[in-house]
């Protein structure tokens, strides 16, 4: 197990958010190694004392029931390097000291190309692992030149490209229980599923992170990554095994397969909007034209999913959080009854399990009925799982390299059509359900 967690990027708010609070549920759980050392990076001159205080303060103030042992043991664990990476002996201190580590770069994307090319010139001990957050690239052509990057300074095993809704269990779970089910499994495929849809609505808006956002809007930040992701685990073939190999080997495949768009296709299958008031949000720039709703309709070729639709929403400022992948079954042929067509949905956030069914009404009538469930909690929150994996080096939730180029492959001809302007940007009411105007329905010649 890796013993040194090295965070560049240590002052930032995902640390103080996420990590941190990742790695106190780590320590109350026992999965901290006994020497482990977490050293924060920044460019801030600071102290080891200072950077304590700083990391006590944030721990103090995370979400959820965190032991207060456990926070001291992280808070004891940290210490502070000040980094310039454009020096690499700053770099080389930030990395020196026994065994392999664990580089964490939770750096502003625009520098991870900087930062992996100041490793490769240091070096790092054999067994590392090297980290890197999201947005993995803002194109095709960069996150391949990343990948570029990243394959002079390490093997692929030892990258991991984190997208945090794989280490949620509700989504692991969209796999666990369409594969192992046998009222499920035999009917996941487009004889008997009509539409998927993948949600992530958000009643929140930008909460003062233009400065990202505004550069990146929803389709880059959500739809090319954790939509995308969503759409293979609930479409995948079943992998022989849940190795990084066979999991992301079928995870490719569900990417492979879907349909390139052409000009017409993106003007019949995807919707972009923003809300109103967005051009007047500080740090916005209004002429960037950012998307705060994406909406895409994708096809898959292969055997199994020609002929389902699989309907990826996004948006911020809607009228309601709505996280879920819902599956939409075909009506049953011909039958005596009035009824309509089951659904089944897997709650995200939160989380939870439904089956809309027609069951038993008065004298001979069905009505609808829901089966709910409810689910444990996790064990983990998403960080300290994905931590966890890192310090083992378990790389089955994270991206491979080329997962992340064919998802941006899936999301050019989008972001491509968009800039030329062949989809309009609609506006919508904060508090709605999203841009009114037209919907994408089934496109015409689309199985119904
Ligand atoms: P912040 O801007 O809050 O922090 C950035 C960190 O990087 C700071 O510690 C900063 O410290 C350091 N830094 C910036 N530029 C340099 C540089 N040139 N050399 C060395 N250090 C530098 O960003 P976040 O923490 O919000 O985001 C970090 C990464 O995590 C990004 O890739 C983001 O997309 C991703 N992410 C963030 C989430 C969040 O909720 N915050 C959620 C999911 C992903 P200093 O300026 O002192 O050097």
Redesign the pocket.
């Known amino acids: 197990m890796i013993e040194r967690l090295v965070v560049?990027?240590?002052?930032?708010?995902?640390?103080g958010?996420?990590l941190l609070p990742g790695l106190a549920a780590l320590a109350a759980r026992g999965h901290l190694p006994e020497r482990f050392e977490v050293v924060g990076?920044?460019?801030?001159d600071l102290d080891d004392d200072r950077y304590r205080s700083w990391a006590e303060g944030r721990l103090a103030r995370a979400d959820g029931d965190l032991d207060a042992a456990a926070k001291e043991a992280v808070v004891r664990a940290a210490r502070y390097e000040r980094?310039d990476?454009a020096d690499p002996a700053s770099v080389a201190a930030c990395i020196a000291g026994d065994g392999p580590v664990a580089a964490y770069l939770?750096?502003?994307?625009a520098?991870f190309p900087?930062a992996v090319t100041a490793l490769h010139q240091t070096g790092i001990p054999d067994g590392s692992q090297v980290v890197l957050?999201?947005?993995f690239g803002e194109d095709l052509e960069s996150a391949m030149a990343l990948n570029r990057l990243l394959a002079a300074l390490v093997d692929e095993r030892h990258v991991f490209r984190v997208d945090?809704f794989l280490a949620m269990t509700t989504v692991q779970n969209v796999l666990g229980t369409r594969l192992a089910n046998r009222v499920l499994e035999p009917i996941f495929n487009s004889a008997h599923i009509e539409e998927v849809e993948v949600v992530w609505d958000e009643s929140l808006a930008l909460e003062g992170r233009a400065g990202?956002y505004d550069h990146v809007g929803a389709l880059k930040d959500m739809v090319q990554n954790h939509l995308l992701q969503l759409l293979c685990l609930v479409a995948m073939e079943p992998p022989n095994s849940l190795s990084e190999r066979d999991l992301r080997d079928r995870k490719v495949d569900v990417l492979r397969s879907v349909r390139p768009m052409g000009d017409e296709q993106v003007v019949a299958r995807t919707r972009r909007g923003r809300y109103r008031g967005y051009a007047g949000e500080e740090g916005v720039a209004p002429e960037r034209g950012t998307e705060t709703f994406a909406e895409v309709v994708l096809e898959l070729d292969s055997r199994r999913w020609s002929g389902t639709r699989f309907r990826l929403r996004t948006g911020k400022a809607l009228g309601r959080d709505r996280m879920e992948v819902v599956v939409r079954f075909r009506p049953v042929p011909r039958h005596p009854f009035a009824s309509a067509p089951n659904t089944l949905r897997f709650g995200l956030e939160p989380e939870g399990l439904s089956l809309e069914l027609m069951g038993i009404g008065p004298a001979m009538s069905l009505v609808p009925l829901r089966l709910g469930a409810e689910m444990e909690p996790p064990e983990l929150p998403a960080y300290g799982r994905i931590l966890l994996d890192v310090l083992i080096a378990n790389s089955a939730l994270s991206i491979r390299g080329d997962e992340a180029e064919e998802a941006w492959r899936v999301v050019t001809p989008i972001l491509e059509g968009w800039s030329r302007g062949l989809v309009p940007l609609e506006e919508y009411d904060v508090g709605s359900d999203g841009p009114g105007g037209r919907g994408l329905g089934p496109a015409p010649g689309d199985p119904s």
């Open positions: 560049f990027g240590g002052t930032g708010d995902l640390m958010r996420y990076a920044a460019r801030e980094l990476l939770a750096l502003p994307p520098v900087i957050e999201k947005p945090h990202y």
